[in-house]
């Protein structure tokens, strides 16, 4: 299975902008997928996720800035960032773990880079 993550760029602080992920290949059932992001000197940091049954969350610092859009098509997952801020600069990765049928997958994006200026 594979993501293609995009949406990166850059962008002055208080804009916005949406990431989207997909995963393609033999998704036979998803469980979740993930945002992640790593700044530079940081540890990765766990953005938002949704589950196979469509369950999402955001990080708590993170709320009301950063959603997920109702409606995602399956197997995919949008992040929309809004207010951004320099502090938000990070790549930005995908990740989804579930099932081909056959075996369980874990995989990762080739992340997408967020650059905010001030």
């Known amino acids: 299975v594979q993501l293609q993550a995009s949406g990166g760029g850059l962008v002055q602080a208080g804009g916005s902008l949406i990431l989207s992920c997909v995963a393609s290949?033999?998704?036979?059932?998803?469980?979740?997928m993930r945002w992640y992001r790593q700044a530079p000197g940081k540890q990765r940091e766990l953005v938002a996720s949704?589950?196979?049954?469509?369950?999402?969350t955001v990080a708590d610092s993170l709320k009301g800035r950063f959603t997920i859009p109702r409606g995602n098509v399956a197997n995919t997952l949008d992040l929309r960032m809004s207010s951004l801020s320099p502090e938000d600069t990070a790549v930005y990765y995908c990740?989804?773990?579930?099932?081909?049928?056959?075996?369980?997958?874990?995989?990762w994006g080739q992340g997408t880079q967020v650059t905010v200026s001030s």
């Open positions: 290949g033999p998704v036979y059932k998803l469980y979740v």
């Open positions: 990740n989804a773990a579930g099932s081909t049928g056959d075996s369980d997958f874990n995989s």
């Open positions: 949704i589950t196979g049954d469509g369950t999402t």
